[in-house]
């Protein structure tokens, strides 16, 4: 799992042993030692710096990655454990000392203002946070974290005399025979409430865990510090809130009818919740690939009709044996794409099994990896950081502009009227849920001292507010109120949800471009991701030719329009 580095190693040698602090250490303090004498010298000395946190960083992500691919080896959870524990609490003094050693130098107003305006902006925020009592209590929240992974890793199911993961599970949801999908459903939510006590145990140590660091750091609470904490300089803690309303006003209605139509097209009195996974207008649901290779292949196909060369970046990934896409028992929950700074091609992880979801999460961590690929040559680390309201673009976008070239999976127009009704539908059926989820955690963590029943009441009282029509969890309330904890972002990102909101508005965005002019869609798309991080997100969402904006009149625009689409579709496939 290893490529040629795609920057060359000017301060470490090659054969540096990356979890000895003891070697690393001397780079550091021989970087901190200099003083630069001039403007060309102060940039030598950020790359520098730059050098030696990419290859902690990759060394880092290749320990993550190897314990997320297999939650239940213990000599790769104890080398993960052992980087959180004994590199990031040493790196991050001297990265508060380099920083505060960058801006007193007085050659720093001689740097091109316009390129270093989000890099000064960002130092400075992070000198600004940063509190040496906070290290042992993020590396604690970090371990924490990997707790929620082997614990929903390790969940197994057992039925009809077979052992499934999770993920597996999901192919009896979309089983035409609705006692199937009951008993399905049921079973995997029981295995779910047997681990409810535990993680709710979990999530109170992290919360502490976050309000003492919220605290050391001169916040009430840990909302009011992750949002400076995030480099959040576009949007506010109440722009979140009202774009929480915005979506309850403006949304909701439309998923509302799109319950009415399932509960319709099934001809059932009342829908349950095992009925929600099961695909309308087939006798069988979408499976476009039985292999991990045929998805591959067919993403790759894909990703080079939209633009020449754009999937060869992918077939780059499966040459390195970058992907690990197919689910088991040991593997961690979800998807990601991993950045990689040193080697310059990224990792994807998945947990497939063979449905039309997996396909389209595939292409969404295919436009992270592309992302990645285009803001690899940004000269400062920090631009290839990209916030995630760039990052969720990037991949939330490529979901739309694939459909048109989805015959490369389903050669029949049925098939393909069937999977841009699911996608379009999955868009609208998400904000929901992501402003519940993102007013959950502002009231988690504006009321630290809440208890697990109060909790539980505050979840019951969102799902209420955006979920709860047209489906009937009678008996299954206790289900209903443990939801969150499905909801890895919770856990292990707190606050990292509601950009998928503000991107899918985005992705909507450049979609109706895409009708206008596809190929300068496509050019502005790829040029804006290639900016990473150089400049402030709403510059980056203008250079795509899009607005960083969740104000009800766009909403409400994109609202018709993905609704046209959906009006459309369902007329072809209902027949009329």
């Known amino acids: 799992m290893n490529s040629t580095p795609y920057r060359t190693r000017q301060l470490l040698k090659s054969d540096t042993a990356m979890e000895d602090w003891s070697a690393l250490e001397p780079c550091f303090q021989q970087l901190l030692a200099q003083q630069p004498a001039s403007a060309a010298d102060l940039e030598k000395w950020l790359a520098g710096f730059d050098e030696l946190l990419a290859a902690i960083g990759e060394d880092g992500a290749w320990k993550y990655i190897r314990m997320t691919c297999q939650t239940d080896d213990k000599a790769r959870a104890d080398a993960y454990t052992r980087f959180l524990r004994e590199i990031e609490p040493q790196l991050k003094p001297l990265v508060q000392q380099f920083q505060q050693q960058y801006l007193a130098n007085p050659h ?34 970090a371990e924490k974290n990997q707790q929620y992974s082997s614990i929903t890793g390790g969940m197994m199911v057992r039925f009809r005399e077979r052992d499934y993961t999770m993920q597996q599970m999901e192919l009896f949801a979309k089983d035409a025979d609705r006692n199937t999908r009951r ?36 916040f009430d609470n840990f909302r009011d510090y992750i949002f400076p904490a995030k480099g959040r300089f576009d949007y506010s803690a109440v722009d979140c809130q009202n774009f929480h309303t915005v979506i309850e006003q403006t949304v909701v209605p439309l998923v509302t ?34 292999k991990s290779e045929e998805l591959v292949a067919g993403v790759i196909d894909i990703f080079n009709r939209l633009h020449p060369g754009m999937g060869d970046k992918i077939d780059q990934m499966r040459q390195l044996g970058h992907l690990d896409l197919d689910s088991r028992q040991g593997k ?52 290839r950081q990209t916030p995630s309201e760039v990052s969720e673009l990037a991949s939330m976008a490529m979901e739309l502009l694939a459909l048109p070239h989805l015959d490369r999976f389903y050669p029949d127009q049925r098939d393909r009227d069937l999977a841009v009704y699911q996608q379009f539908s999955r868009a609208l059926e998400l904000l929901p849920w992501v402003a519940t989820v993102d007013a959950f955690q502002h009231w988690i963590y504006t009321n630290p001292e809440h208890n697990v029943a109060e909790r539980t009441d505050y979840w019951e009282a969102l799902i209420q507010r955006f979920m709860a029509s047209e489906v009937d969890w009678s008996g299954l309330e206790e289900t209903q ?62 250079k795509a030719g899009i607005s960083f904006d969740f104000s009800r009149e766009l909403v409400g625009e994109l609202m018709t329009a993905a609704g046209g689409v959906l009006q459309e579709v369902t007329g072809r496939l209902r027949g009329k």
């Open 108 to 141: 720093l107003e001689e740097l091109d203002d316009r390129r270093f305006e989000v890099f000064n902006r960002s130092v400075r925020n992070e000198v600004a946070l940063y509190r040496v009592e906070n290290i042992p209590l993020e590396t604690a929240v």
């Open 332 to 383: 961690a929950p979800g998807g990601y794409n991993h950045p990689l700074e040193e080697t310059g091609v990224p990792f994807i992880f998945m947990n497939s099994v063979g449905l039309h979801s997996n396909l389209i999460t595939m292409i969404h961590e295919g436009g992270h990896a592309v992302h990645s690929f285009l803001k690899r040559d940004q000269s400062l680390l920090e631009y």
């Open 481 to 542: 109120r443990s939801l969150w904890q499905r909801q890895l972002h919770i856990f292990e990102m707190p606050f990292y949800y509601i950009e998928y909101a503000i991107a899918q508005l985005g992705a909507l965005q450049l979609w109706r471009n895409f009708q206008v002019d596809g190929p300068a869609t496509m050019n502005c798309y790829l040029d804006a991701l290639a900016m990473g991080y150089s400049r402030p997100i709403p510059e980056i969402y203008q």
């Open 257 to 290: 009818e799109l319950k009415q139509l399932r509960r319709e097209v099934m001809q059932l009195d009342r829908l349950r919740p095992w009925d929600m996974g099961l695909d309308l207008f087939v006798d069988k649901p979408l499976q476009p690939f039985e």
């Open 183 to 218: 008993a399905a459903w049921t079973q995997s939510a029981e295995r779910r409430l047997a681990a409810r006590e535990e993680l709710d145990q979990l999530f109170d140590e992290q919360l502490q865990l976050r309000h003492q660091i919220a605290c050391n750091a001169g």
